[in-house]
């Protein structure tokens, strides 16, 4: 099996980020590195033809908080975010998500209409499970969309744990939805629709059973 598929979706989701939420230019290996760390972690924890046996989880803090901050950042422009978030990105660019979620929660309750601080939440929650979405992190992302329904980052940042966690088809739904509600004229959605094309593409391919080529 080669993972040329599993490469290919992280590049659309890079294009994603960088076209759509413009991340910067500096950014742009580390979100690389991070996508392409989940979709692979997913290509061998996903594959039946692999014995079932415990690995430690290997990951650098540094590309993968660092990436998702940055990312997140890239969505809300030059305003700086609250106090909160600014001193949880900082521990979540260590690697110390925990902390950082702890910090994210106060600032949710001081403020719980700060849509950033809701992602930010989100995305710290599920790098302290690894990868894995618990219902906090599916409420935080729940929640910032509600607060902004017509930002495509709730949405963007859940797909993308919902990617590395190993649910395409929980991701493939909510993104189609997200397709199906947008604008005519939004920008991101011709974006979206074809990383939705290439993750139908990788499903109905590991559907098949054939080896992906």
């Given at each position: 099996m080669t993972y040329l598929p599993i490469i290919l979706l992280a590049v659309l989701a890079l294009g994603f980020a960088i076209v759509v939420l413009r991340l910067p230019r500096s950014a742009w290996t580390l979100f690389a590195a991070a996508l392409v760390f989940g979709l692979a972690g997913y290509a061998l924890q996903g594959s039946p033809g692999f014995g079932g046996s415990p690995r430690a989880a290997v990951e650098d803090p540094d590309q993968t908080g660092g990436a998702l901050v940055e990312a997140r950042r890239s969505l809300f422009g030059p305003n700086p975010p609250s106090s909160y978030v600014t001193m949880a990105d900082g521990f979540a660019r260590q690697g110390q998500f925990a902390t950082a979620a702890g910090i994210l929660r106060s600032g949710v309750?001081?403020?719980?209409?700060?849509?950033?601080?809701?992602?930010?939440?989100?995305?710290?929650?599920?790098?302290?499970?690894?990868?894995?979405?618990?219902?906090?992190?599916?409420y935080s992302y729940a929640q910032a969309r509600k607060l902004e329904p017509d930002s495509p980052g709730p949405g963007f940042f859940l797909g993308v744990a919902m990617i590395r966690g190993g649910d395409l088809a929980d991701a493939r739904a909510l993104w189609a939805d997200m397709i199906a509600r947008a604008p005519a004229d939004a920008e991101w959605r011709e974006q979206l629709q074809q990383r939705l094309d290439m993750l139908d593409a990788l499903i109905a391919r590991m559907n098949s059973g054939k080896p992906t080529e």
């Open positions: 309750d001081a403020d719980p209409n700060d849509t950033e601080a809701w992602i930010a939440l989100g995305n710290a929650l599920v790098q302290h499970a690894d990868g894995r979405l618990s219902p906090a992190a599916l």
